[in-house]
């Protein structure tokens, strides 16, 4: 019958904790707040791209932009043909006007 007292006493502890709880205030607003945070559509960012951001894409078209008209300027360039044409004299990349075997007319 030890057994019974306890319980009975745990089930009295219980109702009187119960009763030691006071009522809580809560905005009137509270359920459609949170029901417009669980529900709200979230946009998703690419996680790869995400630190390509637009100040940085038009730093790089700029560098782009500069590079390339850096190397227009310079393939026109008349030094720069001789250049090449040298480099591939020096190496043997010339194509010869000689007759060979495979050009035989």
């Known amino acids: 019958m030890e057994t019974n007292n306890n319980i009975q006493k745990k089930i009295d502890d219980t109702f009187a904790s119960m009763d030691a ?11 459609d707040k949170t029901m417009q945070r669980l529900f709200a559509e979230k946009e998703e960012v690419a996680v790869a791209w995400g630190w390509f951001t ?7 078209l700029v560098c782009f932009i ?3 008209v850096l190397a227009f300027r310079q393939y026109n360039s008349n030094q720069y043909i001789t250049n090449v044409d040298a480099f591939a004299e020096t190496y043997g990349l010339t194509s010869s006007s000689d007759d060979t075997i495979l050009n035989l007319k």
């Open 54 to 60: 637009p100040k940085l894409q038009l730093a790089t």
């Open 21 to 31: 709880i006071e009522n809580v205030n809560v905005s009137p607003f509270f359920k």
């Open 66 to 68: 500069v590079l390339n």
